[in-house]
């Protein structure tokens, strides 16, 4: 049956074999990847319905969204695979180089693009021209109901019973599922609902997200800075000439509430201080939003009838920026297991549990590895940071590590595909 994408028309009694509570970038994604790998390999066509609390204007709804995804060379092979990156190319600035460094130490370490021989090490796009690609993509598939402006009130998963209460604006109905996959984000109320709940550790620490002009030309560089206080990452964006970069600047949580509150001039002054000049001087800062920082993985992130996906099942610190990169090929590995089901009911446990088995060595390496960063370059220990100087040395010296880093930083595992 062939549904239009409509707020107006859908049937409250109608059995969805998926429905996705969630319509941002990880529940968007999870649709076309469901679509698009249901057609290569032949299987049933799935009909889904995607519950979305926002209305339809991301443009109007995200205008002053500072967030910029930085998108690994994995990340842009999956969405050329699911024949999206057409949509997308357009609106991403390249990363050709990488750049670590650290304030006060003697050492920096750079990785090539053509070292790998990629065009890219990875791709910066707004996050709401991403969003707005994987809408419009909706547009044309079948089977597809994506209802703005709704929020899901209650579910029932009682005797087998996956039913799920729906509002939407002043409308209160029902749609019945084989499997529910939450990707509501790290504060969703369905996970509650649900019983699910998450493991959490608090860094203490928030990130403040803006953009910001400067007088040199970033050439397409990436920056990723460690100073005493945490991390500036600066990510080049190809608008105003190449001027302009996307900055994540972490620090401790009373520091970023200071600098939140500082004129544009002093917020600058004080970035110029702990940056330096790799990208000249600061001359323009945007609208500055910030969001504090936690390590929050799912206790158990599968029930009979339900799966998380995105941060409602791990949400990391935005170093390395592998956070939604490891959502995407959560993704791709779920929706293949799904699409080639076969018989098999989809929200089956063991063919849940053989998804996180699956994506589990993935999942554990790329949360360590985030984890594992941020212990080493906000620690105060004298032998910690003597070893971490000295270390960006090596690094840049030893060509295998490197290699492997490059390739983890790619989304690629840690080795070439």
Not at 27 to 41: D, E, P, R, Y
Not at 275 to 296: A, E, I, Q, T
Request: hydrophobic content about 40%; glycine content about 8%; proline content about 3%.
């Amino acid at each position: 049956m062939k549904k239009a994408i409509s707020d107006q028309k859908h049937n409250t009694d109608f059995h969805y074999d998926i429905v996705i509570a969630g319509g941002g970038l990880a529940g968007l994604s999870m649709v076309n990847a469901l679509s698009c790998l249901s057609k290569k390999s032949h299987g049933r066509p799935l009909s889904v319905a995607v519950i979305e609390p926002n209305g339809h204007n991301h443009q109007q709804d995200h205008a002053d969204d500072p967030r910029q995804i930085a998108l690994t060379y994995g990340s842009k092979l999956i969405y050329e695979s699911l024949g999206l990156w057409d949509a997308l190319s357009d609106r991403c600035t390249p990363m050709k180089t990488i750049h670590v460094s650290e304030r006060g130490g003697p050492g920096s370490a750079r990785l090539f693009a053509e070292d790998y021989q990629v065009p890219a090490l990875g791709y910066v796009v707004a996050a709401q021209h991403l969003l707005e690609a994987l809408e419009n993509r909706l547009t044309t598939l079948a089977d597809i109901t994506l209802l703005h402006q709704a929020t899901v009130k209650a579910v029932d998963m009682s005797a087998g019973k996956k039913q799920l209460t729906i509002t939407q604006q002043d409308k209160v109905f029902s749609l019945q599922t084989d499997l529910v996959i939450v990707a509501e984000g790290g504060r969703s109320s369905v996970m509650g609902q649900m019983g699910f709940h998450a493991d959490e550790k608090d860094y203490g620490h928030t990130a403040i997200l803006t953009i910001v002009g400067h007088s040199k030309l970033h050439n397409n560089v990436a920056y990723e800075r460690f100073t005493d206080e945490g991390s500036v990452a600066m990510l080049p964006l190809s608008d105003n000439n190449g001027c302009k970069s996307a900055l994540v600047w972490t620090m401790p949580s009373r520091l970023a509430a200071e600098r939140l509150q500082l004129t544009d001039a002093d917020f600058m002054k004080t970035l110029q201080s702990l940056f330096g000049d790799h990208c000249g001087s600061f001359y323009m800062v945007g609208k500055r939003s910030s969001f504090p920082l936690k390590l929050k993985i799912a206790a158990e992130p599968a029930q009979h009838g339900a799966v998380l996906l995105g941060n409602s099942a791990h949400s990391l610190h935005p170093i390395a920026g592998q956070g939604y990169n490891l959502t995407l090929r959560d993704v791709m590995m779920l929706a293949s297991l799904l699409t080639t089901a076969n018989t098999q009911s989809l929200g089956d446990l063991s063919l849940l549990q053989r998804y996180l088995s699956q994506q589990k060595q993935d999942q554990f390496d790329t949360i360590f590895f985030s984890d594992y960063l941020i212990k080493v370059f906000t620690s105060t220990n004298p032998l910690t940071r003597f070893a971490r100087k000295a270390g960006l040395i090596f690094f840049d010296k030893a060509p295998f590590i490197k290699r492997w880093f490059g390739y983890r930083a790619m989304g690629m595992g840690g080795y070439g595909q």
